[in-house]
């Protein structure tokens, strides 16, 4: 297509388009019986595989119920009163409130797919798509058993294939036992067929003891992987799951074994001093290690088959790799107690408001010997949170007041066996005017009957207060925008956070907002997943800022008529046209309305898992339709122009001309900047600064700085003090001007 709201080009059409075509048709578009997934198709090789459903699905078509009153239509799916469950006969009943009285819709599934349901409205003209895990398990096995007859061997082994591609693996080896006993002479076959089912549910398998181990949830994955070896598991599956049990039962062993080498190698010191400095820094080893945080004595552990260290090294690895990182590990004793030293000058630097503490702490580091600002950094990674708060029960919802200038809340779920000495991926889930915080966030979190969400999958998933309990649409003032990142500060400071892995949702109201926040803010967040929103007003003009961060946007689907809301085309189509810069997914759901999309989360959660914040960019071109929107990668203009209120007030005849603001360093340690930059403070990583060079400053062609600088460990600290981000810290923060 060469639009949203464009035709799409036929099969034959696109053998004939020629490369010269006046008008190029770069979106591409899937069309499935329940959905439509958008797509640019210069970034057709990253489409993600799990949205489509598997190859030559076995699908159960279901008996048509009678149709009545087929006349009226349903034109969306946003306002239900009641839902009721599927019945064994996959019928239920739900609620619409109309302008008049409520008004009953009878629906029935008519057709089963590995992937989703089609559903059929009895009264009203109204069919649409559910995926298949919104389902309970036990209803779709009722409705494929009752379509498929006992004595029909041919069709039980499609329902077996049925299973295997819904990943319902548990169904479908009970089904494939269920044919053996039934049909002995098809035992050959049988036991093939099981071979298969064993190897797709061993991918399965491996996959998920990984995501339990990289959650942090080894408790979990070591659990699993005993209850599978139970089963009868064959071939490789079998072993590696074999290696797995083996691998936890080996981790027990080294972590017990590295606890006897610390106090054998110490006791070999021969040395009160040293002893006495060391005995607070063993009880915390011996206290935290766990298999978490075993790789960071790895060091210590393979100098183990090396008889050149002496006792003294030998500690220097364990303890300097505990606060530095293995990789940064030093075989110097007297060296390893200043950065542990330093370790707990830095958390007092963090946990403190009183300036004259921050000054003390920077002199204190800057003169100690043999200490620099690389080894400063180094330490960051390994450091417990800002703010101690680790009282919080993993899987319930908790209410946390900041501490900022002014009144910001949210309400939080960890994750399965939280740790603060794991780092987490953040779901920050902005709710709809219909939802409350509690349900958004269980949404998003799981609970019970919902497993496979975030708090199996290894998120926090935190709600921010931002809107009036009565809200009912998004404000677009800056104050939101404001709530919204104090309390992704709070989060990162309070808990242990990959901030390169933060992402920002919201249904309806919360869609418009995460639109809106994330256009302004893209340097935030990993991907945004505005879920049946409007990109409209503030988007209308800043949409390009999209281009630095990922996209997987659920539109508000098509109504009864395959009318499809096109109030978001212009931020849509600018961002599928072009396809080189943007990593954009739209899905629109046939016969829905996307605020009640509460429902197809696993598909979120397996592209999130393929998503990280981008590099800090050397160069970039950004607008801003706010003064408050100001800050951008490592430059922050503290005197923008204008304040546009979008929508225009009635009666305004204002002119939106957005700020631009374009920033890049060169190769030569110069910082360019264009635009309205103003009062700007510039903050730069080590890696942008050849600190042999004087850094120069230019705005509009103008030299505002010019002058050696040295790498200022200060200017790290009080960053990851303000902000908690611990994976963009500049060693160099200068505004020009401020210091003449």
Same mark, same amino acid.
């Given at each position: 297509?060469?639009?949203?709201?464009?035709?799409?080009?036929?099969?034959?059409?696109?053998?004939?388009?020629?490369?010269?075509?006046?008008?190029?048709?770069?979106?591409?578009?899937?069309?499935?019986?329940?959905?439509?997934?958008?797509?640019?198709?210069?970034?057709?090789?990253?489409?993600?595989?799990?949205?489509?459903?598997?190859? @030559?699905?076995?699908?159960?078509?279901?008996?048509?119920?009678?149709?009545?009153?087929?006349?009226?239509?349903?034109?969306?799916?946003?306002?239900?009163?009641?839902?009721?469950?599927?019945? /064994?006969?996959?019928?239920?009943?739900?609620?619409?409130?109309?302008?008049?009285?409520?008004?009953?819709?009878?629906?029935?599934?008519?057709?089963?797919?590995?992937?989703?349901?089609?559903?059929?409205?009895?009264? !009203?003209?109204?069919?649409?798509? =559910?995926?298949?895990?919104?389902? *309970?398990?036990?209803?779709?096995?009722?409705?494929?058993?009752?379509?498929?007859?006992?004595?029909?061997?041919?069709?039980?082994?499609?329902?077996?294939?049925?299973?295997?591609?819904? $990943?319902?693996?548990?169904?479908?080896? #009970?089904?494939? &036992?269920?044919? %053996?006993?039934?049909?002995?002479?098809?035992? $050959?076959?049988?036991?093939?067929?099981?071979?298969?089912?064993?190897?797709?549910?061993?991918?399965?398998?491996? =996959?998920?003891?990984?995501?339990?181990?990289?959650?942090?949830?080894?408790?979990?994955? $070591?659990?699993?992987?005993?209850?599978?070896?139970?089963?009868?598991?064959?071939?490789?599956?079998?072993?590696?799951?074999?290696?797995?049990?083996?691998?936890?039962?080996?981790?027990?062993?080294?972590?017990?074994?590295?606890?006897?080498?610390?106090?054998?190698?110490?006791?070999?010191?021969?040395?009160?001093?040293? $002893?006495?400095?060391?005995?607070?820094?063993?009880?915390?080893?011996? /206290?935290?290690?766990?298999?978490?945080?075993?790789?960071?004595?790895? #060091?210590?552990?393979?100098?183990?088959? &090396?008889?050149?260290?002496?006792?003294?090294?030998?500690?220097?690895?364990?303890?300097?790799?505990?606060?530095?990182?293995?990789?940064?590990?030093?075989?110097?004793?007297?060296?390893?107690?200043?950065?542990?030293?330093?370790?707990?000058?830095?958390?007092?630097?963090?946990?403190?408001?009183?300036?004259?503490?921050?000054?003390?702490?920077?002199?204190?580091?800057?003169?100690?010997?043999?200490?620099?600002?690389?080894?400063?950094?180094?330490?960051?990674?390994?450091?417990?949170?800002?703010?101690?708060?680790?009282?919080?029960?993993?899987?319930?919802?908790?209410?946390?007041?900041?501490?900022?200038?002014?009144?910001?809340?949210?309400?939080?779920? =960890?994750?399965?066996?939280?740790? *603060?000495?794991?780092?987490?991926?953040?779901?920050?889930?902005?709710?709809?005017?219909?939802?409350?915080?509690?349900?958004?966030?269980?949404?998003?979190?799981?609970?019970?009957?919902?497993? &496979?969400?975030?708090?199996?999958?290894?998120?926090?998933?935190?709600?921010?207060?931002?809107?009036?309990?009565?809200?009912?649409?998004?404000?677009?003032?800056?104050?939101?925008?404001?709530?919204?990142?104090?309390? =992704?500060?709070?989060?990162?400071?309070?808990?242990?956070?990959?901030?390169?892995?933060?992402?920002?949702?919201?249904? %309806?109201?919360?869609?418009?907002? #995460?639109?809106?926040?994330?256009?302004?803010?893209?340097?935030?967040?990993?991907?945004?997943?505005?879920?049946?929103?409007?990109?409209?007003?503030?988007? @209308?003009?800043?949409?390009?800022?999209?281009?630095?961060?990922?996209?997987?946007?659920?539109?508000?689907?098509?109504?009864?008529?395959? @009318?499809?809301?096109?109030?978001?085309?212009?931020?849509?189509?600018?961002?599928?046209?072009? %396809?080189?810069?943007?990593?954009?997914?739209?899905?629109?759901?046939?016969?829905?309305?996307?605020?009640?999309?509460?429902?197809?989360?696993?598909?979120?959660?397996?592209?999130?898992?393929?998503? !990280?914040?981008?590099?800090?960019?050397?160069?970039?071109?950004?607008?801003?339709?706010?003064?408050?929107?100001?800050?951008?990668?490592?430059?922050?203009?503290?005197?923008?122009?204008?304040?546009?209120?979008?929508? #225009?007030?009635?009666?305004?005849?204002?002119?939106?001309?957005?700020?631009?603001?374009?920033?890049?360093?060169? *190769?030569?340690?110069?910082?360019?900047?264009?635009?309205?930059?103003?009062?700007?403070?510039?903050?730069?990583?080590?890696?942008?600064?050849?600190? &042999?060079?004087?850094?120069?400053?230019?705005?509009?062609?103008?030299?505002?700085? @010019?002058?050696?600088?040295?790498?200022?460990?200060?200017?790290?600290?009080?960053?990851?003090?303000?902000?908690?981000?611990?994976?963009?810290?500049?060693?160099?923060?200068?505004?020009?001007?401020?210091?003449?």
């Amino acid at each position: 297509m060469n639009s949203l709201a464009g035709r799409a080009v036929g099969t034959n059409e696109l053998k004939r388009l020629k490369d010269a075509d006046p008008v190029p048709h770069n979106i591409g578009r899937i069309d499935t019986n329940w959905q439509r997934i958008y797509f640019p198709l210069l970034q057709r090789q990253n489409l993600d595989g799990a949205t489509l459903a598997a190859p @030559n699905p076995v699908e159960l078509k279901l008996p048509r119920p009678k149709l009545t009153g087929q006349n009226m239509t349903v034109s969306s799916f946003g306002s239900m009163t009641y839902v009721g469950p599927f019945d /064994e006969f996959g019928r239920r009943r739900i609620t619409i409130a109309t302008a008049k009285k409520p008004m009953d819709v009878f629906q029935s599934i008519s057709l089963v797919a590995p992937d989703h349901v089609l559903v059929e409205s009895t009264n !009203v003209d109204w069919k649409f798509g =559910l995926p298949l895990k919104s389902i *309970p398990i036990e209803t779709i096995e009722a409705l494929v058993k009752r379509e498929v007859k006992a004595d029909d061997a041919v069709g039980r082994f499609a329902l077996v294939l049925f299973y295997s591609q819904a $990943e319902l693996y548990e169904q479908a080896f #009970a089904e494939l &036992d269920a044919i %053996g006993r039934d049909f002995p002479d098809r035992k $050959e076959l049988v036991e093939k067929n099981r071979e298969e089912l064993m190897n797709f549910f061993g991918r399965v398998v491996l =996959l998920r003891l990984k995501r339990r181990k990289q959650a942090g949830q080894f408790q979990l994955a $070591e659990t699993y992987a005993k209850k599978l070896m139970a089963q009868t598991l064959t071939g490789q599956i079998e072993q590696d799951v074999k290696r797995a049990v083996q691998g936890f039962d080996q981790a027990r062993h080294t972590i017990e074994q590295v606890k006897l080498l610390l106090s054998d190698w110490q006791a070999k010191l021969n040395d009160n001093v040293r $002893e006495m400095k060391l005995q607070p820094l063993r009880s915390e080893i011996n /206290e935290q290690l766990d298999i978490e945080t075993l790789p960071r004595l790895d #060091a210590f552990i393979k100098a183990e088959a &090396d008889n050149q260290y002496e006792p003294a090294q030998r500690l220097g690895l364990a303890y300097s790799g505990w606060v530095l990182g293995s990789a940064n590990a030093i075989p110097d004793l007297d060296l390893t107690f200043r950065a542990w030293e330093a370790r707990q000058l830095v958390i007092d630097y963090l946990r403190s408001e009183d300036p004259a503490v921050h000054s003390d702490t920077v002199k204190k580091l800057q003169t100690m010997e043999s200490l620099s600002p690389r080894t400063v950094l180094n330490l960051i990674p390994q450091l417990p949170p800002i703010i101690d708060d680790n009282e919080l029960e993993p899987g319930s919802i908790h209410q946390i007041e900041t501490d900022a200038s002014h009144d910001v809340n949210y309400s939080v779920v =960890l994750p399965a066996e939280y740790s *603060p000495r794991h780092t987490y991926p953040v779901i920050i889930a902005l709710r709809s005017r219909s939802r409350t915080i509690e349900q958004t966030l269980t949404a998003w979190a799981g609970d019970a009957n919902h497993p &496979d969400l975030g708090h199996q999958r290894g998120y926090i998933v935190i709600a921010p207060h931002y809107a009036e309990p009565n809200q009912a649409e998004h404000s677009y003032g800056a104050p939101a925008h404001r709530y919204v990142l104090d309390c =992704l500060v709070d989060a990162r400071k309070r808990f242990s956070v990959d901030s390169d892995r933060v992402f920002l949702t919201g249904h %309806g109201m919360g869609a418009d907002a #995460a639109f809106d926040i994330a256009l302004a803010h893209p340097d935030e967040f990993a991907g945004v997943v505005p879920i049946g929103g409007n990109a409209i007003h503030y988007c @209308n003009y800043c949409w390009a800022n999209g281009s630095y961060t990922s996209w997987y946007v659920v539109g508000k689907g098509y109504d009864s008529k395959e @009318n499809r809301d096109n109030s978001s085309n212009m931020v849509f189509d600018n961002m599928l046209i072009r %396809g080189s810069k943007f990593d954009f997914l739209l899905v629109e759901y046939l016969g829905r309305n996307g605020e009640n999309l509460f429902d197809d989360f696993s598909k979120l959660f397996d592209w999130m898992e393929t998503h !990280v914040r981008r590099t800090l960019p050397k160069e970039f071109d950004v607008r801003s339709l706010r003064k408050a929107d100001n800050r951008f990668f490592w430059l922050t203009v503290g005197s923008l122009p204008r304040d546009y209120i979008l929508p #225009a007030p009635s009666g305004s005849a204002q002119k939106v001309s957005p700020m631009e603001i374009e920033a890049k360093v060169t *190769p030569g340690s110069t910082v360019v900047i264009k635009g309205n930059a103003d009062n700007i403070t510039v903050r730069l990583p080590a890696e942008f600064v050849d600190f &042999d060079k004087k850094l120069v400053i230019k705005v509009n062609s103008q030299i505002k700085f @010019n002058k050696f600088v040295i790498p200022d460990i200060g200017a790290a600290l009080e960053e990851l003090r303000l902000r908690g981000d611990r994976s963009r810290l500049p060693l160099v923060v200068v505004t020009p001007g401020a210091d003449r």
